[in-house]
């Protein structure tokens, strides 16, 4: 086939698919691999998300991108129909060939919108958040809607092991056979290459991602407080959206008072996350709960030590003691432990540790695999020559 030609499905029109989420800052930061390859093919890709500041960024990329209602904190029945019926109204015009659905709402009511619209239609789970880790009425109601839901996906995917086996445990999937494990999304090993460890003579930690209760951001800030007088040298960073659309979301009074008290530094957020990794001596996420943390691969590719909390998600990408340190989750103590021995090991000890994260993070978590993943996939549910395997 020729490149320059889009390829095209039996009908002779393109082939088209959908990137669905809750944040376009999502499909930006996590699946431009994916998108670089689909662009690459000459497949319409089409984002469908609430618009925000990433929407250029990925229309230069290729992407066609459509402003989606979600309302991701609320439970008002109305606002999802609205979700729902936009979904449904955007499928029935676009006729894509097939749809990825990342994050509870658009897993949910996309799922059921495309089985509506007779598209077919892929889940991918990015990470459970409070429906398990709280026991809540919503989060009842979240598990009956998923137990609904994903009786419509051709399959669902996980990104770690732990998530899988709760929604088996749970029944929640209708089609237990449709179930299949991503291990996680990846990380460009070449875009965050090895980089030295910084020669200050403050060590510097910092905590990166939404800034959520659920991240173990207060958890971060009582272990800055207790190692403040035995390390008076060191430095707790955050860097993050503050005030999201979450259930979970810290303030930013709450991070002024921090500040103020001289317990952490706010750095504010940043497209490009590797000069504050490059400036940091550990990546700390002390998460309850993830799908497999971006932030975390990403500082292991550029050979940083990590400390995280010992639960599903994270503890796929920390080997205890090996490339990085697990503690306790929802434990203040516990973390200022592990953090406190990252302080007093030497240089070439971090060094040693960070470099163990970067092979592992090559081995096992390299976005070529997940894009490799995606592409097998859409060739057998389109049968697209564009998606054979070429010879090298």
């Not at 698919?17 to 996590?30: D, K, P, Q, R, S």
């Not at 639960?311 to 953090?339: F, H, I, Q, Y």
């Amino acid at each position: 086939m020729n490149a320059s030609v889009s390829p095209a499905d039996g009908m002779g029109a393109p082939l088209t698919i959908c990137l669905v989420c809750n944040t376009g800052f999502a499909i930006y930061t996590y699946r431009q691999g994916l998108i670089r390859m689909l662009v690459a093919k000459g497949v319409r890709v089409i984002v469908l998300a609430p618009r925000d500041r990433t929407f250029p960024l990925l229309e230069q990329m290729g992407c066609e991108c459509i402003d989606l209602p979600v309302a991701s904190k609320g439970t008002n029945p109305l606002d999802d129909l609205r979700t729902l019926t936009a979904l449904y109204r955007h499928y029935r015009r676009i006729r894509p060939n097939v749809v990825f659905h990342y994050t509870i709402k658009a897993n949910i009511y996309g799922s059921v919108a495309a089985w509506l619209a007779r598209v077919p239609s892929i889940a991918v789970t990015t990470g459970l958040g409070y429906v398990f880790i709280q026991k809540s009425h919503a989060a009842r109601v979240a598990k009956a809607l998923y137990r609904f839901a994903f009786r419509f996906p051709r399959e669902v995917w996980f990104l770690n092991r732990d998530d899988e086996l709760a929604f088996r445990n749970e029944r929640l999937l209708a089609h237990p056979d449709r179930a299949r494990l991503l291990h996680g999304e990846g990380v460009d090993i070449d875009h965050f290459s090895l980089t030295p460890l910084p020669l200050g003579e403050r060590p510097t930690f910092v905590l990166i991602g939404r800034l959520l209760w659920d991240k173990g951001v207060a958890e971060y800030v009582d272990a800055a407080r207790m190692l403040r007088s035995r390390y008076p040298l060191a430095k707790f960073q955050l860097l993050g959206p503050v005030g999201v659309d979450n259930p979970s979301a810290i303030s930013q009074a709450d991070i002024d008072g921090w500040c103020k008290e001289g317990i952490v530094e706010y750095l504010g957020e940043a497209h490009d996350v590797r000069p504050v990794i490059a400036n940091a001596d550990c990546v700390v996420l002390p998460s309850y709960r993830e799908g497999v943390p971006r932030t975390l691969m990403e500082a292991s590719a550029m050979g940083r030590p990590i400390v995280a909390t010992d639960v599903p998600g994270c503890r796929e990408v920390v080997d205890d003691g090996v490339t990085g340190l697990l503690c306790e989750v929802k434990n203040a103590r516990s973390l200022a432990d592990a953090l406190a021995r990252i302080l007093d090991m030497s240089p070439d000890a971090r060094r040693a540790m960070g470099l163990r994260g970067r092979e592992k993070v090559t081995a096992e978590f390299d976005e070529a695999l997940v894009v490799e993943r995606y592409r097998q996939t859409l060739l057998a549910l389109t049968g697209a020559e564009v998606f054979e395997a070429r010879a090298q």
